[in-house]
């Protein structure tokens, strides 16, 4: 627990091939079922502060109890952070995210003047704002701050549920 950001709510890895990386994770580790998104659609987006091109992504959600498991491939070459991480690190565990409803921005700022510095931010959609954040102090520790608004924490929600009663059958649930 933190004690200013709650709990840490989410794992983010960055793999070059989600459908394995999902089929591995639902066989080999009994995690899912996962909600599959082939393309996301980033909507803004911004890369250590300058506007930039959305990075096309596919990203894959799952519970295995209360903690979130993100898998997320970059399909094109625009400059993100999930790129900078294959290339420095190859697939691994990426960041850690909290989530908020209403304190977005005032934990921004707390990160901010900790020394933080925002790598990569935005939007998908209509749902809430999110957002990276890098300390060269702790290069291997990205955090994500995600904020519930637009029906993502209702849809966290849904996958959180899902895997209570799973049973192993349907591990790949695509979404549009």
């Known amino acids: 627990m933190s004690t200013f950001f709650n709990g840490v709510r989410q794992v983010g890895y960055v793999v070059r091939d989600i459908e394995k990386a ?35 992504l596919s990203i894959a959600l799952a519970n295995s109890g209360d903690l979130q498991i993100e898998l997320i491939q970059q399909r094109d070459d625009a400059p993100s952070l999930y ?49 990276y954040f890098l300390h060269p102090d702790l290069p291997s520790g ?15 929600a849904e996958i959180r549920k899902a895997s209570e009663d799973w049973d192993g059958e349907h591990p790949i649930r695509a979404r549009s």
């Open 142 to 156: 990205m955090i994500e701050l995600s904020e519930m608004k637009g029906g993502k924490g209702e849809y966290f």
């Open 22 to 56: 999902m089929t591995h994770w639902a066989g080999a580790l009994g995690v899912g079922p996962w909600f599959y998104k082939e393309e996301v659609g980033t909507t803004e987006f911004r890369y250590y502060g300058a506007e930039s091109r959305p990075p096309r």
């Open 83 to 131: 790129l900078d991480s294959l290339k420095r690190a190859g697939e691994c565990a990426q960041h850690i995210a909290f989530w908020t409803m209403h304190d977005f921005d005032e934990y921004s700022d707390r990160l901010l003047r900790s020394g933080y510095r925002e790598g990569h931010a935005g939007r998908m959609g209509l749902r809430g704002r999110f957002a």
